[in-house]
């Protein structure tokens, strides 16, 4: 059974810092590049962050680029993704997914079931 399960979300001051996990299971692990994304009422979902299967490639929305690292631990089958100097606009669920393109070319995406940050003073 595949699980992917977030946490690590809280209450945050402005430029407070905070770091989610998302620990996987059920799945080859490290053959999935994850993703981050978040949501806000109303609003479509965001890719926040992307990491490839052995952690050596990333990409950043220019929004949280320079503020957040997105980092991968394949022994322990957990993703990770530090945020530092938060700001309000980054209040959101935020949600990990593995995300995989098949070599027959079908697309394979596993969720977890979010986690709650809230940057408020």
């Known amino acids: 059974q595949v699980r992917l399960v977030e946490s690590g979300g809280a209450l945050v001051q402005p430029g407070g810092s905070l770091r989610l996990s998302c620990a996987a299971s059920?799945?080859?692990?490290?053959?999935?590049?994850m993703n981050w994304h978040r949501q806000t009422p109303g609003k479509e979902r965001e890719l926040v962050a992307t990491i490839t299967g052995a952690g050596g490639g990333t990409n950043y929305a220019d929004s949280v680029k320079g503020r957040f690292t997105i980092s991968r631990d394949n022994a322990k089958n957990t993703v990770y993704l530090q945020m530092n100097s938060l700001k309000f606009e980054d209040t959101a669920v935020y949600y990990c997914?593995?995300?995989?393109?098949?070599?027959?070319?079908?697309?394979?995406?596993?969720w977890g079931q979010g986690t709650q940050v809230t940057v408020s003073s």
């Open positions: 059920g799945f080859t692990f490290s053959s999935y590049p």
């Open positions: 997914n593995a995300d995989r393109v098949q070599p027959g070319g079908s697309r394979i995406r596993y």
